[in-house]
């Protein structure tokens, strides 16, 4: 069973290593660069031109990894499966649409705010919508309408605030992975980082499953997650994929992600999340990701009330460059907070489940 969660993440990594350069041969042929701001750094103009809209990549070659895993394996995709990577595609397609508008057609601000908005909210409410929808044997659904910070707790909220719940968190985390991705492979290598901790939580739910309560130790202390092995399998898969494409699209980067690429990150992280019961941990374990939007909501806020900066430029990772970092000095230094904020996320979870044993 375990195999599958090996094949995924080498798949993943196999087909961006070899994958992505011919997406950057097409890309740049079709003539789709990136769009760089004369506002920001001046280092950044450089970049003007460079292929857009990476997201592709990663996006195919783990939907691919997940159903090619699947067949070396000999088994069936789960819907628990099916569901987090269609919120991934989903979200990948609402962005795809905003690059090529901006690139294509020569539109700065992409899709309009109204347009992009609507596509962000039919993807994640039929998300929420299934996700509480085809209860297994046992009778799990892939959420539940109860919150959840290392396992479910207190009462439901219902399924109406559940699913808006659902869209606050799949907004808010698809808009902080976009506004990481700033820097030459600062999002794609803090991907990498929690998408690896979600396989390891994966597999950790599937070894201490409710499913198999009568061999466990201590029933008490077990997840009622329902498919835990399928979601580290997708978690293996995206890790693989961002790692291969992170070849390309570190510093000096060949390739961006674009909305494309960025969207689709913080759906399917949030997807991960919320079926594996752990939607408040996530904002631990991605904690970079909320700390750069943090920044820009606090300069946003400080400049309406006060009419004066905090931070020389939001988001963060600009602020340190126009302080004089370079470049690289920022995304490894970004890595390792977000490397410590893994850590703790990962050690929560296991005290939870100590302390419950």
């Given at each position: 069973?375990?195999?599958?969660?090996?094949?995924?993440?080498?798949?993943?990594?196999?087909?961006?290593?070899?994958?992505?350069?011919?997406?950057?041969?097409?890309?740049?042929?079709?003539?789709?660069?990136?769009?760089?701001?004369?506002d920001g750094p001046r280092e950044?103009?450089?970049?003007?031109?460079?292929?857009?809209?990476?997201?592709?990549?990663?996006?195919?070659?783990?939907?691919?990894?997940?159903?090619?895993?699947?067949?070396?394996?000999g088994k069936s995709p789960s819907?628990?499966?099916?569901?987090?990577?269609?919120?991934?595609?989903?979200?990948?397609?609402?962005?795809?649409?905003?690059?090529?508008?901006?690139?294509?057609?020569?539109?700065?601000?992409?899709?309009?705010?109204?347009?992009?908005?609507?596509?962000?909210?039919?993807?994640?409410?039929?998300?929420?919508?299934?996700?509480?929808?085809?209860?297994?044997?046992?009778?799990?659904?892939?959420?539940?309408?109860?919150?959840?910070?290392?396992?479910?707790?207190?009462?439901?909220?219902?399924?109406?605030?559940?699913?808006?719940?659902?869209?606050?968190?799949?907004?808010?985390?698809?808009?902080?992975?976009?506004?990481?991705?700033?820097?030459?492979?600062?999002?794609?290598?803090?991907?990498?980082?929690?998408?690896?901790?979600?396989?390891?939580?994966?597999?950790?739910?599937?070894?201490?499953?409710?499913?198999?309560?009568?061999?466990?130790?201590?029933?008490?202390?077990?997840?009622?997650?329902?498919?835990?092995?399928?979601?580290?399998?997708?978690?293996?898969?995206?890790?693989?994929?961002?790692?291969?494409?992170?070849?390309?699209?570190?510093?000096?980067?060949?390739?961006?992600?674009?909305?494309?690429?960025?969207?689709?990150?913080?759906?399917?992280?949030?997807?991960?999340?919320?079926?594996?019961?752990?939607?408040?941990?996530?904002?631990?374990?991605?904690?970079?990701?909320?700390?750069?939007?943090?920044?820009?909501?606090?300069?946003?806020?400080?400049?309406?009330?006060?009419?004066?900066?905090?931070?020389?430029?939001?988001?963060?990772?600009?602020?340190?460059?126009?302080?004089?970092?370079?470049?690289v000095l920022v995304v490894v230094?970004?890595?390792?907070?977000?490397?410590?904020?893994?850590?703790?996320?990962?050690?929560?979870?296991?005290?939870?489940?100590?302390?419950?044993?």
């Amino acid at each position: 069973m375990m195999n599958q969660i090996l094949f995924s993440g080498v798949i993943g990594l196999f087909l961006t290593l070899v994958g992505t350069p011919l997406l950057i041969k097409l890309l740049a042929r079709k003539g789709y660069g990136q769009f760089i701001r004369d506002d920001g750094p001046r280092e950044h103009l450089s970049k003007r031109g460079t292929p857009t809209m990476g997201g592709i990549a990663f996006i195919f070659a783990t939907v691919a990894a997940y159903f090619l895993s699947k067949v070396i394996a000999g088994k069936s995709p789960s819907f628990t499966g099916l569901l987090v990577l269609g919120l991934m595609v989903g979200m990948g397609l609402v962005g795809f649409l905003d690059d090529y508008i901006k690139i294509v057609k020569r539109r700065s601000l992409g899709l309009r705010a109204k347009a992009k908005m609507a596509g962000q909210l039919i993807v994640g409410i039929s998300f929420a919508v299934l996700a509480l929808m085809f209860p297994d044997s046992r009778g799990n659904t892939p959420a539940s309408t109860k919150l959840s910070f290392i396992t479910d707790f207190g009462w439901s909220i219902g399924p109406v605030l559940f699913v808006i719940w659902a869209l606050f968190m799949i907004l808010a985390m698809s808009n902080g992975v976009n506004l990481t991705d700033g820097l030459d492979g600062l999002a794609t290598g803090a991907s990498v980082l929690v998408f690896g901790a979600y396989t390891f939580i994966g597999v950790w739910q599937y070894q201490e499953s409710c499913a198999n309560a009568q061999t466990l130790t201590n029933p008490a202390a077990c997840y009622e997650v329902r498919d835990p092995l399928d979601l580290a399998v997708v978690a293996s898969a995206l890790m693989g994929s961002c790692l291969g494409f992170l070849w390309w699209n570190t510093s000096p980067a060949k390739i961006f992600m674009g909305d494309t690429g960025s969207l689709a990150l913080g759906g399917v992280l949030t997807g991960l999340a919320i079926l594996s019961r752990t939607e408040l941990l996530v904002a631990i374990m991605g904690g970079l990701f909320v700390l750069i939007t943090m920044s820009v909501v606090i300069q946003v806020g400080s400049f309406r009330l006060t009419g004066k900066r905090v931070f020389r430029m939001a988001p963060l990772q600009h602020h340190f460059e126009l302080k004089g970092w370079s470049e690289v000095l920022v995304v490894v230094r970004f890595w390792i907070i977000q490397g410590i904020c893994v850590i703790v996320g990962l050690g929560l979870f296991y005290a939870g489940w100590a302390a419950e044993k």
